[in-house]
């Protein structure tokens, strides 16, 4: 019966953010909040353990006050209790930052026998938290999986190598990094969603993680994101002679400071 | 109903007889499958209906503007769907009218008064409402004019005979330079592509029309070079009336199907609508007179020889929205049973009328014009203004 | 919206949008092709509690109220109004009979209700057009060998599909309509076939016919309610057909406005998007504010029920309202579209004729008006 445990990030939803064309800034006044998408499927693998051999699914997750919006949501797909660390600061943390807090989170409410993240979150794409949190706790650590078996503490795992696959087989606890394709997330039924509030829900305080104030100082500093549009020029060379296309393409390519 | 001449009502009767024979026992079939009807147009040709525009001393009926507008009511009654492929018809026509010269013209009406069906080529993917967005081309040779482009939702493409179709002769110059040809079926290069399946009007026949290096003859070009859009905006105003009478036609006929199904349903006089069910009836019948009278007046207007051109965008506005809401009344007052027979098919009929012809909000800019010109430039001597 | 919903129900809400991207969209083109009844995906949405959606947990419903069943609704119609109208239809049924049901006949019918094992339907149309009063061609007559009912219903929804149908009869052909009763009838009551299926131009894939009875004898247990019981049971479903209609209305006209929204922005015509003209923006800005509007009078109707508290005056008040806007929701984000907005290869034609469905039913044109009057004149 594994304890298993899936740490989350809410992040915003990237459909309502607009882009404004005078400076490229963001505008996410409308956005609202959603599971990052990969850990949407951490979450759901967990539940399809915890369906097939019983044991519990712990959710975890560190962010702004704001995260506590997302408890019926991530209780609603199947995990038996969440915790959750809110931080108004958590908008500057970076990676080591998230890491040491989710790490001190785990170190209190665990051990676990798995740790179940996304392999990347939706917004940022650090890639980084499984494999500092596997350092920080001392675990094998396996990334991009797409195909995940456990049989008591042995971790059969697929990953996904761009251009193959690769098998290994680890003895747990350890860490392990998802990717879109290792499930299809199931929708929650309105059983589920109505019974998310019945099951418990903890606000861990970040104060009594026993954090140092260097383990909560970011070391990468993020600045303000700026948006991409495309702007299409709609400008067709249409001579007869190709090559004089060509060479009004270049020409145009140099003028724009393209060619170096 | 408005006074009509005695010769006025022998033709609207005969329209009415032939729409009784020949259009209103396969409407429904037609709608169904989605196929054009050229049972109708067999019966069509032999009433020579499809030259009613055409001038008398070119052998064609040469019906007066109201006339026309009682004929195209009759049909549109009888099947929007089918209305709608003698109004392309005559719209077609119109063109000729407007730009074309004795020979062009003895050509053109000659083929309809022998039974042929026009269409009228102008809209493009690009260009719905900017009509001057084409870019279908029509380069000059020695001896001719090459066509290359496509035309899209072309009424009668299919089936049709002759065609006026609209291509740039001069496409640096945008809308001035596009020109008006006369193109006939079978021209080498000239193909028909997708038909298109529309919500409403099913049994009109909307195609694609595809040009690849078609040839036509210089004789072929109405009017003058770069004249095309003057032509297609004149066409177009003389035809809005067409869409005018169709629509009040279907929403007659909306009104026309209710009362029927209320009569029959309820046979019993103890047994009577209320109140609410009889007010709405009788504001279909207010709303539908109205918007009949505005037509007639329109076409008045023009069989007077009197600039109508303001009249015809109001005319098509008024009727099409009217229909619009007169057939949405229709299957809401008849409830299940509307929604699952003839209310529900005039209703998307009746969609169509907004939207073809020159966009009711196309219209209104024209009316708007008319309403509040916009301001003339200000004279050099005159004080005031920044 | 968020200040009015709870979180449950937006979380019901996203979940019903999420099936509908799911499972509704891939199939909803051909569903209306082809018209036939999507068993397998039925299925589905009882397996994610939709059929039994409001009904009590002890009968294994998610009692998840009617403001969560007008999010499920509304969101389903985005995809598939004809998927939403058997729904709807079903919970009519549902409705009826957890409502004056006794408790043997919730026993017997609620559980297979909920799971989806039973779909329901609710009879209560005839020919012609009703002036206001209720059944006459279906008549229900006492008899020593319990009830016996003989006539026509019309335009049932789900008919051929369901297992249970909730009847609308008269019990005295002399009270001309006056005197109604309900019943519950298992789809293999002898005397009772299903018509002929009815061709409508949209809600495609939710089944309409007639039921012909045919001296069809029921048990005074098929009995729902008292017979006294029989017009309460028809003003109120009727109530409930309207909040439930307002939801599938809502949903059809929001796909509309947003699809046609985003049409505006990348057709050009005269060198810009058609979205910078305002004749555009007024169509879509009159769309959207209807639908703000309507989707605000559905929420308090829902939340009416869900209270316990009387709600058949705000449901006619919704459904009036919707009556006279419903249709206009498309003809308006059709025109935005012109030619492309009558054009069957796009989407606006289906919700076109689909919205004309769903403003119309279950009442007269006059029905409403009379609801309101009534609670202002009485």
């Known amino acids: 019966m594994p304890k298993l445990l899936v740490c989350y990030k809410w992040v915003l939803d990237e459909q309502d953010i607009k882009i404004r064309p005078d400076d490229l800034s ?33 959710a975890l997750t560190y962010g702004l006050p704001t995260v506590k919006a997302s408890v019926k949501d991530v209780l609603s797909r199947g995990p038996s209790r969440l915790l959750w660390i809110g931080d108004p600061a958590a908008d500057q943390a970076d990676a080591y930052v998230i890491a040491n807090v989710l790490a001190a989170a785990i170190r209190k409410a665990g051990p676990y026998d798995l740790i179940l993240c996304g392999e990347g979150s939706s917004d940022l794409f650090y890639q980084q938290i499984p494999a500092r949190l596997a350092a920080l706790l001392e675990l094998p650590c396996v990334s991009f999986v797409q195909k995940l078996t456990l049989e008591g503490p042995v971790l059969t795992a697929t990953r996904s190598l761009g251009d193959g696959t690769e098998e290994v087989r680890v003895t747990g606890p350890a860490v392990v990094s998802v990717l879109g ?22 606000e861990l305080p970040l104060a009594g993680l026993g954090l140092t104030e260097a383990e909560l100082e970011p070391k990468a500093l993020r600045r303000a994101p700026r948006g991409f549009l495309m702007n299409r020029k709609n400008i067709i060379y249409k001579d007869a002679d190709p090559a004089a296309n060509v060479g009004k393409l270049v020409a145009s390519l140099e003028a724009e400071g393209l060619r170096g | 109903m408005s006074i009509l001449t005695p010769e006025q009502k022998v033709i609207q009767r005969s329209a009415r007889e032939f729409v009784a024979k020949e259009i209103i026992p396969i409407a429904a079939q037609c709608d169904r499958s989605g196929e ?79 039974g042929a069906i026009g269409s009228f080529g102008l809209t493009e993917p690009n260009a719905g409402s900017d009509a001057g967005n084409g870019k279908a081309t029509a380069v000059k040779v020695e001896d001719g004019y090459v066509l290359n482009g496509s035309k899209c939702w072309i009424t009668n493409g299919g089936y049709a005979d002759v065609f006026v179709i609209y291509a740039l002769t001069d496409p640096a110059a945008g809308a001035r330079g596009l020109s008006a040809f006369v193109v006939e079926k079978g021209t080498p290069g000239f193909t028909i592509g997708t038909v298109d399946h529309k919500l409403g009007i099913r049994s009109s026949n909307t195609v694609e029309l595809l040009f690849k290096d078609v040839k036509l003859p210089l004789t072929a070009l109405l009017g003058k070079e770069g004249e095309g859009m003057k032509i297609a905006m004149k066409t177009l105003d003389m035809a809005r009336p067409a869409i005018a009478a169709l629509s009040v036609g279907l929403a007659q006929r909306a009104l026309d199907v209710c009362v029927q199904h209320l009569q029959e349903a309820h046979p019993d006089p103890k047994i009577q609508p209320g109140q609410t069910l009889q007010f709405k009836l009788a504001d279909m019948r207010i709303q539908i007179e109205a918007a009949r009278q505005l037509l007639h007046h329109t076409m008045n207007l023009r069989d007077a020889g009197v600039p109508y051109s303001t009249e015809s965008a109001m005319a098509k506005t008024c009727c099409s929205d009217m229909a619009m809401k007169v057939t949405t009344q229709a299957v809401q007052v008849m409830g299940a049973w509307g929604y699952t027979h003839e209310p529900a098919k005039l209703m998307r009929d009746a969609k169509i009328m907004q939207i073809y012809e020159g966009t009711n909000q196309i219209q209104r800019l024209v009316i708007s014009r008319a309403v509040l010109p916009p301001p003339r430039p200000a004279q050099p001597t005159q004080k005031g203004g920044n | 919206m968020s200040i009015l919903l709870t979180e449950e129900q937006q979380l ?134 319990g009830w016996v009912l003989s006539g026509t219903k019309a335009f049932v929804r789900n008919a051929g599909a369901a297992q249970v149908y909730v009847v609308l009869a008269g019990t005295d052909p002399a009270a001309g309509g006056k005197a109604v009763a309900a019943f519950i009838v298992k789809a ?59 939801a599938q209305t809502l949903g059809i006209a929001q796909a509309a406005v947003e699809h046609a929204a985003a049409y505006a922005k990348t057709r050009i015509q005269f060198g810009r998007p058609i979205a910078s003209l305002q004749a555009i923006q007024t169509l879509l800005a009159e769309t959207a504010t209807d639908c703000h509007l309507g989707r605000l009078g559905l929420l308090q109707a829902a939340d009416l029920i869900d209270r316990g508290e009387p709600f058949r005056v705000e449901a006619a008040m919704l459904k009036q309202f919707l009556a006279r806007v419903g249709s206009r929701l498309l003809v308006d984000t059709v025109q935005v579209e012109g030619g492309f907005g009558y054009s069957e290869f ?17 009442a007269p044109a006059d029905f409403p008006d009379a609801t309101i009057a009534a609670s202002l004149l009485a």
């Open chain 3, 12 to 145: 019901i809400g996203q979940s019903a949008r999420d099936f509908a991207k799911e499972y509704l969209e891939p199939i909803a083109v051909e569903l209306d092709h082809t018209a036939s009844y999507p068993a397998a995906l039925v299925k589905n949405l009882a397996a994610h509690d939709f059929l039994g959606l409001f009904l009590p947990g002890e009968f294994g419903g998610a009692e998840a109220g009617f403001v969560s069943m007008a999010q499920v609704i509304e969101n389903l119609s985005r995809a598939s109004a004809g998927v939403a109208s058997i729904l709807v239809n079903h919970s009519l049924a549902a409705y009826a009979l957890q409502r004056w049901g006794t408790p043997a006949q919730k026993q017997a019918f609620l559980p297979a209700l909920a799971s989806g094992e039973t779909l329901g339907a609710f009879a209560a149309f005839e020919h012609g057009p009703r002036p206001g009063v209720g059944p006459q061609a279906l008549q229900a007559t006492h008899l020593p060998e």
């Open chain 3, 346 to 362: 796009m989407p606006l034609p289906r919700l076109f004729r689909d919205i004309a469905g769903t403003t119309l039913l279950e």
């Open chain 2, 36 to 114: 054009f009807h050229p049972q109708v147009l067999e019966a069509a040709r032999e009433s020579r209906i499809f030259a009613m525009a055409v001038p008398r001393d070119l052998g064609g009926l040469d019906y007066d503007a109201l006339t026309q507008a009682l004929v195209l009511e009759e049909w549109g009654y009888g099947c929007a769907g089918v209305g709608t492929t003698l109004a392309a018809s005559v719209l077609s026509m119109d063109s000729v009218l407007v730009a074309g010269n004795d020979e062009q013209k003895k050509m053109f009406f000659g083929a309809m008064v022998d």
């Open chain 1, 181 to 202: 394709e290792i499930n299809k997330p199931r929708i929650p039924s309105l059983k589920q969603v109505l019974g998310a509030s019945k099951k418990p829900s903890e």
């Open chain 1, 26 to 58: 963001l505008d996410a006044s409308r956005a609202k909040g959603k599971l990052s998408d990969f850990d949407r499927n951490a979450i759901e693998e967990a539940s399809l353990i915890m369906e097939a051999q019983g044991g519990t699914v712990d």
């Open chain 3, 188 to 246: 293999d009551a002898v005397g009772l076939t299903v018509g002929e299926p009815l061709e409508t131009m949209g809600l495609r894939g939710c089944p309409v016919a007639d039921l012909d009875f045919e001296h069809v004898v029921l048990t005074d247990a098929a009995l729902l309610g008292d017979l006294k019981d029989g017009q309460a049971i028809t003003a109120e479903t009727f109530a409930l057909a309207s909040v439930a209609e307002a």
